[in-house]
């Protein structure tokens, strides 16, 4: 059997469980991704790397939207707001990824990130409504979640993680969206950013020795997220959220654990 | 590119982008004309509903 084959029949299941995980969760799977990418191509830049991570991103992204958007979960204004506020920030995102030293941000964001892990395993609902940010007291929502947003397209892109796993309790705790509706928005919204940070990627040449890697993983992921889709119309909201504290809390500890 | 600058941008940047992204969404969102009402629309003659039965 050739590498590529045998690579293929790896990297094509691990694909497909990072799709149907982080359709689920409503992040595009690429802070599950970073780690696993991390750990198999050890010679890799980091640029590399996040490159392939976004690009997967972007198509986990595309095609759990896809699902969303026929259910009819996606808050259009919301997502639309959104994402006009977050693609500069992607851009910066992936520019100051040259300057910033991996080694002190990585822990510091792995502390954020468990922290806010346990906060949410905690109280998985906290005192959540089912609104949108354009329902009443929507003026002061839609502000929120357009600057919020910014920042959170700014860090993901910095990281590599598509953003998700920040963005969906972003919607959940600081504008009050419901957790279905949140999952669906936010995926919607990483769609763009994810491409968006791709194209800078492409465009800065830092994209084009993981092109193979990130073909394969994208056949598993793109048949992965309308199983994650599917999954979360069946699985209480308390019990999506438990499940992204828990990926959050992976991803403080790997990001904690590089510091040793 | 200057790495202090794109520092400076990604600290303020966002903030401004994302508050101009929302006050262009909020002028570009349908509103009511002023003096509307909320009320439905009178019946037309004909539509007498005798409601003492």
Known sequence: MSPELIQFFILVPIGFAIGAFGTLVGAGGGSLLVPVLLLMMPHESPATLTSISLAVVFFNAYSGTVAYMRMGRIDYRAGMLFTAAGVPGAIL????????????FDP????????????????????????????????????????????????????????????????????????????????????????????????????????????????????????????????????????????????????????? | MNPTLLVVAALIFPALWGWFVYWQFERLRPRRPTGASTAPPPVESGGFIDFQI
Do not use: C
Request: zero cysteines; glycine letters at 12%; hydrophobic letters at 55%.
């Open chain 1, 93 to 104: 995102g992936v520019l100051l990824v040259h300057l910033v030293p991996r080694a002190l």
């Open chain 1, 108 to 260: 510091l964001f792995g502390i954020l990130l468990l922290a806010m892990g346990i906060w949410l395993t905690s109280d998985p609902l906290g005192r959540s409504l089912t609104q949108s940010p354009a329902d009443a007291d929507g003026e002061s929502h839609s502000l929120l979640g357009s600057i919020g947003s910014a920042y959170i397209a700014l860090l993901s892109s910095l990281l590599g993680i598509g953003g998700g796993i920040i963005h969906v309790p972003f919607l959940i705790r600081g504008l009050k969206m419901s957790p279905h509706a949140a999952t669906a928005t936010s995926h919607f919204v990483l769609t763009f950013m994810a491409l968006t940070a791709t194209i800078t990627h492409i465009l800065l040449g830092e994209f084009h020795e993981g092109i193979n890697t990130t073909l394969m993983l994208a056949v598993g992921v793109m048949m992965g997220a309308p199983l994650g889709a599917a999954l979360s119309s069946k699985i209480g909201g308390s019990l999506i959220v438990r499940s992204l504290a828990f990926a959050l809390s992976l991803v403080g500890l790997r990001l904690i654990w590089r510091m040793f």
